[in-house]
């Protein structure tokens, strides 16, 4: 840095000590240049520089204006001397003119060419000689002008230099105040971590502030989230089940019930209500019933409904589904020997009771869903066929789940007792083949009506259980329907 400034110097020393400082100068030593060098390139403007050097190349920069300030003004002096050596001349002159006529005659043809001589030299200065007289008519303006620039030049050094000296003070209270800032933070960050390691460990309890109920301290949030993952938790667990456990096996009877049975009367009155609001094809359905997915071939409805504060949205599905019947689809929602195969959620399912030979009661638990409390579910579940009336007319398959208590399986303090009233009935529709052809699985298709009514039991907040069933009911449907038709692709068909 100090050779730079050294070199400074000489530049400055080489450009304005000789008669050619007027000239131009190719950088910003000159402050007439309008050709002056990039500034990134000089010297004097490098970034990094400080104030006080700053302002060391501003007193630079004060010296050479000053310099050329002086330059100009010995050059309007030197002006006005000349026109003042010019006027005594021409009165020299004038005064051998007014002494021509006292001389004798034969001297003044000598003289008379001596003044001519200095006439015709006047003649010939006379433009240099207005040429001096404007210029050196501003001297004496030009160096009151000298003064004041050099005054104001030296008062913009001293404003400069007291502002430095200000910016070094403030410069100074920042770099205290930071250090009082650093040290206060380091000391509170020891502190703060003293009380860490002091602070008791937390101790994670599933108490019943966690668990399921209106006063739960789960935010809905967080309990959505908790349930979502068990439930992708108990899926995958479900894809990697080799075996499930095995309910011991009852046989069948051969006969119906009997009506003298305590629950006859309820399945047959249930069956027919089914029956008489199906609409397979859902064009009739109230306003209150609202569409919430739709996915080719299936629409799923739904109609908001709480009791007591629990939701019990009733639910309704219709779907189209390729290449089974009715009767395979219902036979394998209804077989509880194969309901662990396609449901998931399931733990254990039980058969506890045949009631007839298209009669079951079952006893189902369900895994949990933290942090809800684990369900089971107790109930009957029946399938009866209702032939077309006519040949032409599609034939119907329908089976109903409904809860109802038994003395085998009473209430338990440990599960939430799910009641529901389920029902899917099914529609075998067939496209002949032609030419009288076997009738083949191209030619099936099954329409399927899924009607729930869901009492979960306990509580849940409403807008979770509500995202839960928008998402696990079309789930359901693919699964389960995707299930019967990898399983009888290659049977016999089953009308």
Known sequence: MWYDMLELHKQVESGYGSENSLNRHGSLMSLSSTTSLSTASTSSFKRGRGLKEKLAEMETFRDILCHQVDTLQSYFNACSAAVANHESVHDMVNDDIDDLNDVDSEKSGQQSNHVYSLLDSNSRDNEMINILRQHGAHA????GESFTFKATTAGIL???????????????????RLEREVERRKRYEDAYRVLLSERPKPIILGGPDYEEGPHSVIH????????????????????????FKKEKILKPPLTSMEPSHPLYNEINSVVSDHLAYSDVTVTDLPAEWVLIADEGEMKVYRMELEEDGIVVDPTKAVHTVRGITGHEMCYNFWDSTVRMEWEGTLESTELLEWLSKDTVISHQIHKRVWPSTQRDSLFWSTIRHFPSDNDEGPDCWIVVNHDTPHNDVPLNTKFVRMRFNIAMICQTVVQPPDNGEEIKRENLSCRIQYSANVNPGGWAPASVVRMISKRELPKFLKTFTTYVQEKVKDQPIMF
């Open 158 to 176: 001293a404003t400069l230099s007291h502002c430095i000296e200000l910016m070094g003070q403030r410069e100074d209270a920042w770099r205290k």
């Open 140 to 143: 004496i303006d030009f160096k």
């Open 220 to 243: 809905e949030e967080e309990f959505f989230d908790a349930v979502d993952a068990t439930l992708d938790k108990l899926e995958k667990e479900e894809e990697k089940k080799l075996s």
